[in-house]
């Protein structure tokens, strides 16, 4: 994404393009784990999407399809608060590569 | 009964891409309350946490129309939008039926302190519009100073645990009762942990005619010091100590909206936190003696205004 300088922003600092925060990968903040979805232990409950704070829980309908890694940033909220007996989530180690920033 | 699987197919109005900290009780908060209501919605924010994350320069978390304020008037800024509405619709220029739903948002920095008297303002004058505070107990945004909010023997850059003192010495203000002395029709306090809760509040708070006042816990796992997998489990524990007592005051009438089957001690919420560890050493112990008779006179209290109030 190209950043507009003062020159082209719209006087009065305004943003007309919402939720183009979407474009900022927080995904490439994770470090050191991200959780795995075990589909066949899910009750779908949606408390994984309930309580992602990046919104990386993706949901069609009525059932929970697994993590968007882009914005997953590994707090491990999800399996912490996952109620199946055998977890739907767990966490799990991945290789690190150090991160290059937000932009596309 | 709303269902989590329903409200989960709205569209959300706080996206992704945000940069609030792992684990933050925010957007957890935001998820929830914003779909309270469907009508188009306009948002006031203060400085504050939720407004630098979500509104790095150039760009936008925000899926609905905002507006930044300074510090201390969110809800003076929401005040003025909420009469402009009602004079367009006075004047012909929008319909009269054209239902539009507005809210303040602050920390517990830009509204147990900083934005106090705004707010106190507002809801004498009685404006249509909700304020929430998400209360995370610090000036979270600028590196953990205590505020009004900070909670008796917490630790924080300016009221550090030490050989002076046993961190902040003073109570947390009550800003829940505070707001309902304001006689307004409507103020709760509510915890993400209970999101069917938050939900119903944020949609009376929405529904009511004139102010109304959320406020609600949001633990911070950067300035409380623990765990980030541990958020919720964290606010769970704050209703089951009665810590944060979850209630409600409508129209007057006070009614809690949860009651732990057995009340906890308060070292549950005070041990995993990392800014209450130095009230474990020996010499400390009165400190947490003090916080335990501050949360049970609280918890008397709330319930002697439930039956004065019936």
Known sequence: MKKETWKELTIGTINPNAGNSVQNHTGTWRSGTKPEFIEEHCIHCFFCWLYCPHFAVVIDGDKVKGFNYDYCTGCGLCAEECPTKEKSIIMVKENVQLAGGGEE | ?310
């Not at chain 2, 978390?61 to 510090?71: E, I, K, L, Q």
């Not at chain 2, 109304?212 to 633990?219: Q, S």
């Not at chain 2, 796992?221 to 005051?249: G, N």
């Open chain 2, 1 to 310: 009964m709303a269902k989590l699987k329903d409200i989960a197919q709205l569209e959300d109005r706080l996206v992704a891409g945000h940069g609030m900290c792992l684990g933050c009780g925010i957007p957890l908060i935001f998820k929830v309350a914003l779909r309270a209501t469907e009508d188009p919605l306009i948002i006031s924010n203060a400085t504050g946490c939720l407004e630098v994350c979500t509104t790095i320069f150039p760009r936008t978390a925000w899926n609905t129309t905002w507006v930044h304020s300074a510090f201390e008037n969110a809800a003076a800024t929401m005040a003025g939008i909420e009469a402009m509405y009602k004079s367009l619709k006075r004047n012909g220029k929008l319909p009269q039926d054209k239902e539009i739903k507005f809210l303040a948002t602050a920390g517990d920095g830009g509204t147990y302190d900083i934005g106090l008297q705004a707010l106190s303002g507002a809801m004498e004058r009685g404006h249509n519009f909700v304020y929430l505070c998400y209360d995370n107990n610090a000036y979270a945004n600028t590196g953990g100073q205590r505020s009004s909010a900070t909670p008796f023997g917490a630790s924080a850059t300016t009221s550090p645990a030490g050989s002076e003192i046993p961190g902040k010495l003073q109570r947390k203000k009550d800003l829940t009762k505070i707001l309902a002395a304001h006689n307004i029709p409507y103020v709760a306090q509510a915890n993400p942990a209970r999101w069917q809760d938050l939900y119903n509040k944020a949609k009376k708070a929405f529904e009511v005619e004139g102010p109304a006042f959320l406020n609600v816990l949001c633990p911070c796992p950067t300035e409380w010091k623990y765990d980030e997998s541990m958020t919720v489990k964290l606010a769970k524990t704050a209703m089951d100590t009665c810590v944060w007592p979850l209630y409600e005051v409508d129209n007057g009438k006070y009614k809690i909206n949860y009651t732990p089957k057995e009340k906890k001690s308060v070292t549950e919420w005070l041990k995993p936190q990392g800014r209450f560890r130095h009230l474990f050493k020996e010499e400390n112990a009165w400190v947490i003696e003090e916080y335990q008779k501050q949360v049970d006179e609280d918890w008397e209290e709330l319930h002697k205004l439930v039956e004065m109030t019936k």
